[in-house]
């Protein structure tokens, strides 16, 4: 595998998500990033991890496109919640939820469990990247950062959990407050696809 005249599939239709991640790869030379084909359906994640759904729908888009794929699986998990909601996190409110039926839920469970103070609120993101390619081979990397759920939603900026989610030692701004650059050089989605991005550059 080598880095120059790299193409890859995003699995991910998701248009926040999808931006995010060819931000992060624009370091790796020669590499191009083809959007996902409207044709293909969506995946089901099944996978018990993260790992597995990310491979999951790498996989799935390498044998629809013939081409190689990355994906990444990003699961939030709050140590009141027992590390909920993990591998549900994108559909915590259900296979439809929107990004503010998923946020008005976590902070609902929270209330449900009498977590108030910011150290009952503690939580990490994790997110798994991972490129499959035709013939079988695959490299991928892991991101973590450990923050707190913010008692209600802040900021206008980035999707998801964003609004709610503070990293530590950022002055308890969300990730919503951040600008893209900011956000990405602590978030566990950047440490992810700079891991990964390195791994391609140096090859086999």
């Known amino acids: 595998m080598s880095a120059p005249d790299l193409r890859l599939v995003l699995a991910s239709a998701n248009p926040d998500k999808a931006a995010e991640i060819a931000a992060l790869l624009e370091s790796v030379p020669g590499l191009t990033i083809l959007p996902r084909p409207p044709s293909i359906p969506d995946v089901d994640e099944t996978g018990e991890t993260l790992l597995d759904n990310a491979r999951i729908k790498a996989r799935a888009l390498v044998e629809a ?37 998923n946020v008005a839920k976590l902070l609902s469970e929270l209330a449900a469990v009498g977590a108030s103070r ?33 008692p209600e939603a802040t ?49 086999p």
Not at 71 to 92: I, K, M, S
Not at 136 to 144: I, T
Not at 157 to 181: E, I, K, L, N, T
């Open 65 to 101: 496109t013939g081409e190689a794929a990355v994906a990444d699986d990003t699961g939030l998990e709050v140590d009141a919640l027992d590390g909920a909601p993990g591998v549900y996190t994108a559909r915590f409110a259900g296979e439809h939820a929107t990004y503010a039926d």
């Open 118 to 150: 910011p150290d009952d609120r503690r939580a990490t993101f994790h997110t798994v990247a991972l490129v499959a390619f035709p013939d079988g081979r695959e490299v991928w990397a892991s991101g973590k950062v450990s923050g707190t759920i913010t």
């Open 155 to 203: 900021g206008e900026g980035g999707f998801g959990y964003d609004p709610v989610f503070a990293p530590a030692s950022c002055g308890g701004r969300s990730f919503a407050q951040m600008s893209p650059g900011e956000k990405h050089d602590v978030s566990h989605r950047g440490r992810a696809f700079r891991s990964l991005a390195a791994k391609l550059v140096q090859g």
